[in-house]
């Protein structure tokens, strides 16, 4: 049996404005409201809300055979209230199905677990809360930040009482082995699921550009290339084919005219008419798996960012690890001084985009990161950010 | 007495102290009575007309060409800023955004000075009619550097091109008694109307190629240069190092040089209290382009080592230039936190923002002919760190004169004044009243000094003196 294990990441970051250093002492409003307005609510009427839509009737149509997973981080569910309380709701009634599975992450969707493990704990246990309060589950199912995953990450996991983390199905660490199977973390405590990051990709970058040979892509074409993934394994092991991707990929990374809601809509069909096929909630890889899970080491972070899947789009120039490196800092100097009033602000201010927003790395990738920086370049968004560590700490040392 | 000026920069139009300087010098010489037809990179080919002291800031156009006079008096006709008015020139606040190609098909003739083609010029053939012009020894190899060194495909040298050719229209404004060039951009079309007219020709040397490129620098610029003040009859230097390295470097007759410091306009303004602050540390501010001349990357290393005893430090870097990225990443390879930060373009507003929240101003510039901004920042009594390579050291006292690339030396002092704020204050203050002294007046009168030897003893312009 091949499981689809679908994860979509839903995520908009609080952007900074032009933030100058004229208002340093004399702004204290660092992020672009306007902005993040506007783009939310676009996103929201391209993405969010025929997505959510589409799928709810799917899952409807597919009584508990079809089954999806979210992991929506706190910044944008408040920005949900804020500006699309109806996504908001919308993803309510999805969760009222019982087919939807919720994820844990960090809160802001940040990199602390690689500068701050105190504030990582901090981050994800306010998630948790968040999902527990605004759809009613207490998410067991670990995904951190852009798929970030190391050995040490698992055992904190592990702690909070997780039973397995998604990451990405990196070929360094796989090396021979299929990402179909799911397996174990370095030390024996807690299942991986690994992208299938061929075929995910083929959906989310690769579906609209003429330039592919597969394209069109069709779900007769996608699924014969996954019913051929299988013909090898033939002792009824349960197989996990785990299509994770940003749930912009839908109506907004790839426009609803290029028919990709029209795939979506066939394919749990079609899926379905196999009957060693089918689909799987993350959480369910415990009780499917009928084989004794292999461990895998990860002693480096990995991702399932750019053609390197390591943190470099976030953390490798001097201007990211300067920006990186202040704010945790300041984050500590302001619980240390017990100045609860600046915490949410900076805690804002961990949001990886930040960072992303800094990266230099041309070719393929730093177009991709073109695409998505409201900012004219690497330099200028680093400029906005420092200057607003700036005005963050004159004011911790105000008082 | 009325003056022919060229000039690449004036105010709108500015990129550096060389808009400023020649806005003080303007306004003062009229002040003085002194008449002006200056003469700008402009889009359109105009010249202004200044007669009193108020034109230096309203700007009073005149046209070349007639056609085009009566298409813009067209366009302007409901427009009621003086803005708008000169965006329809092509004044705009950053030069060098437009090249007129027409303007530069007569460009092969006019260079042929000597030959059959230079005689053709209408301008010329016209002025020959009345006098003969008194050569200058040398005065080929000259002609011939332009010919050979005016040329390139860059932005900058088609545009100074383009400017050239406008000098046998220049030629034509009757009623000057002679010609000041600024810099060496304007000295072909300078050196191009002295041959004409026979007027007698002053350039005024604000910076040398040297010291902006802080090398060697650009050849051909080096030679437009050396031409230019070969063939001028007076050189004014800004300051005593600038008529050394003239001197030295170009070998210009010292008879022939003048020394007429700069002075600044700013009005002396009290410091703010330290509540309404940007930053509440220890404030150091960098204030320029941000280009190899000004030595930004001495105020970062300088930056690193004063951080390193004093982490509450702030550091601003306020401008732009071709350096900024390489400094940008450089300070965050630095490791220098949130405590130095980059300010971007400011506008004149946003500099007085900037100034009045300054502790110490810092100019390290590797080679500065004079540096006006310096003396701007002692007015709001912020005490300056500067480069002993800097003219201004030698109009002030209260300031600290420390070379460019003495990062230690530097950067003691600058822990010093952190540490004795009283100190700081202090100087800063003696520094203000200081500046309050130097004013654009005494230089324009120093100026026309330089003018007076002229209008009395040049053959060419006898019996032409108004005054």
Known sequence: MLNFVFYFQVHQPYRLKHYRVLDINNNTEYFDEPLNETIVRKVAAKCYLPANNLLLKLIKAHRGKFKIAYSISGVTIEQFRKYAPEVLASFKELAATGMVEFLGETYYHSLASLYDTDEFLEQVQMHRDLIRKEFGQYPTVFRNTELIYQDKLSDLIYEEGFKVILTEGVDRILKWRTPLYAYKNYSKDISLLLKYYMLSDDIAFRFSNRSWPEHPLTVEKFIHWVNQLTLSEKNNKNLFLNLFMDYETFGEHQWEETGIFDFVAQLPGEVLKHSHLGFAHPSQCHELSNYQQESLSFPEPVSWADQERDVSAWVENDMQQNAVNTIYELIGEIKKRGRSDLLETARYLTTSDHFYYMCTKYFQDGDVHKYFSPYDSPEQAYIYYINALADLEERLYDK | ?467
């Open chain 2, 1 to 467: 007495m009325r003056i022919l000026m060229l000039t690449w920069e004036f105010p709108p139009m500015i990129s550096g102290g060389l808009g400023m300087a020649c806005y003080g010098i303007v306004k003062a010489l009229l002040n003085l009575g002194v008449e002006i037809d200056l003469v700008l990179p402009t889009k359109l080919a105009v010249y202004f007309p200044l007669r009193k002291p108020e034109d230096a800031d309203l700007l009073p156009v005149e046209f070349f060409h007639k056609q085009e006079r009566a298409e813009y008096r067209e366009e302007t006709k409901t427009m009621t800023k003086l803005e708008e008015r000169l965006k329809v020139l092509g004044i705009t606040e950053r030069p060098e955004t437009y090249i007129n190609f027409r303007d530069l098909k007569d460009y092969e003739t006019l260079i042929h000075y000597g030959t059959e083609k230079f005689s053709s010029i209408t301008a010329y053939s016209e002025y020959k009619l009345y006098r003969e012009t008194p050569p200058v020894s040398g005065e080929d190899l000259m002609f011939k550097n332009i010919r050979d060194s005016l040329i390139g495909e860059e932005d900058i040298f088609r545009k100074v091109q383009e400017f050239t050719m406008r000098a046998t229209m220049m030629a034509k404004i009757n009623d000057y008694d002679l010609i000041h060039s600024h810099d060496w951009l304007t000295y072909p079309a300078a050196m191009f109307i002295r041959k004409i007219t026979a007027k007698p020709l002053i350039v005024h040397i604000h910076a040398t190629e040297f010291d902006r490129s802080g090398g060697a620098g650009d050849e051909r610029i080096h030679k437009i240069e050396f031409s230019g003040m070969s063939y001028a009859d007076r050189v004014i230097a800004v300051s005593k190092y600038t008529a050394q390295m003239v001197m030295t470097r170009y070998r210009i007759d010292s008879g022939k040089m003048r020394i007429v410091h700069n002075a600044h306009t700013t009005n002396i303004i009290a410091k703010k209290s330290q509540e309404q602050r940007l930053f509440q540390g220890p404030t150091i501010l960098f204030l320029g382009r941000i280009t190899i001349q000004k030595g930004p990357d001495y105020f970062l290393d300088v930056a690193r080592r004063v951080l390193e005893k004093h982490p509450k430090a702030r550091f601003i870097m306020a401008g732009t230039g071709d350096m900024f990225r390489k400094l940008l990443h450089k300070s965050a390879q630095y490791r220098l936190k949130n405590r130095f930060l980059f300010t971007g373009f400011l506008n004149r507003e946003e500099v007085e923002t900037i100034l009045s929240n300054t502790d110490i101003y810092m100019l390290p510039s590797v080679s500065e002919p004079f540096g006006i901004a310096p003396l701007e920042a002692m007015a709001y009594g912020i005490v300056a760190v500067i480069s002993r390579q800097s003219g201004v050291t030698e109009v002030i006292d209260n300031a600290f004169k420390i070379d460019f690339w003495d990062v230690d030396k530097m950067s003691e002092t600058i822990c010093y004044l952190i540490e004795n704020p009283e100190v700081s204050r202090e100087i800063g203050y003696q520094g203000m009243l200081e500046v309050e002294q130097i004013r654009w007046d005494k230089a324009a009168q120093e100026i026309r000094e330089v003018y007076r030897e002229f209008t009395e003893e040049h053959p060419a312009a006898k019996g032409r003196v108004k005054e």
